[in-house]
């Protein structure tokens, strides 16, 4: 899952998260990956990075502010506010819940625009999700019988 935090003066930066049997999460930035250690104890949870040292964790929800001791990051999770998102007509986000029927296209493909990307079931109706701009699929944020809600970046398409 893809995570992007944006500050007050609008610099962004995205975290993808992984997780890993046993309540670990690998995070990728840039390249560089760290793995993150969760537990619950007494209803609180707490993090490690080496899984000896544990730091209580902030409750964190989708479109919450994140508070550091220098800044204020809105968090986005798995897609990037409207107003960020670069050439809009090649991200596929969902307007309402629902859930991935079927994936036609994986990253690396070529798609034409009008070309039906993904079939997606809403309001008991399959949908064809297709491409709005000629390009290569960059990336693939979904998986076949995942549920969504509604703003989810499903499909990301570089024109």
Wanted: charged share 30%.
């Amino acid at each position: 899952m893809r995570y992007y935090f944006l500050n007050q003066d609008m610099k962004e930066f995205s975290l993808d998260v992984e997780i890993q049997p046993g309540k670990v999460f690998e995070f990728t930035h840039e390249g560089a990956k760290t793995k993150l250690f969760l537990k619950s104890l007494a209803g609180k949870n707490y993090y490690s990075f080496d899984g000896v040292a544990w730091k209580k964790l902030a409750a964190l929800g989708v479109n919450e502010v994140l508070v550091s001791n220098s800044e204020v990051y809105k968090v986005y999770r798995g897609f990037k506010p409207s107003g960020l998102n670069k050439g809009g007509a090649g991200a596929l986000i969902t307007q309402m819940p629902g859930k991935i029927v079927k994936i036609m296209k994986k990253e690396g493909d070529k798609v034409s625009k009008g070309e039906t990307v993904l079939i997606l079931e809403a309001m008991k109706m399959e949908n064809e999700i297709k491409s709005g701009a000629d390009g290569t699929v960059k990336s693939v944020n979904v998986k076949e019988g995942q549920a969504l809600e509604a703003g989810f970046l499903m499909v990301e398409i570089e024109e």
